[in-house]
């Protein structure tokens, strides 16, 4: 069963940067053989795609294109999330998402999920 824990949330102020990791256990395959994402649920909101990785590269939420980067240490099994030049509106819960066999832009998409990290950028 796969597992994943995210960590590196906080307290920032608007222009900072924060590195969200997620380290993933219990997987079947090699890390590069998953869909690994990143999706975000601010207070009131649905939760909403930001970011994944997989064998055919990286794709983006256009709210978070050129921000923010993801990428993968396939020897620790850890995918990170750099977001740079954060902003109030990044504010929200980050969670990090698993689907093997699969890539997409939905929570449907992603079978396995982590707890999820705190991000809260003051203005």
């Known amino acids: 069963q796969v597992q994943l824990v995210e960590s590196g949330g906080g307290l920032v102020q608007a222009g900072s940067s924060l590195r969200l990791s997620c380290a993933a256990s219990?997987?079947?395959?090699?890390?590069?053989?998953?869909?690994m994402g990143w999706f975000r649920q601010a207070p009131g909101k649905e939760r909403e795609f930001v970011a994944f990785?997989?064998?055919?590269?990286?794709d983006y939420a256009d709210s978070v294109r050129g921000r923010f980067t993801i990428s993968r240490d396939n020897a620790k099994n850890t995918v990170y999330l750099q977001m740079n030049s954060l902003k109030p509106e990044d504010t929200a819960v980050y969670y990090c998402?698993?689907?093997?066999?699969?890539?997409?832009?939905?929570?449907?998409?992603?079978?396995?999920w982590g707890q999820g990290t705190h991000v809260t950028v003051s203005s």
């Open positions: 998402a698993a689907s093997w066999g699969r890539t997409g832009y939905t929570v449907r998409d992603f079978g396995s």
């Open positions: 219990g997987l079947t395959f090699a890390i590069n053989k998953y869909t």
């Open positions: 990785i997989n064998w055919g590269g990286v």
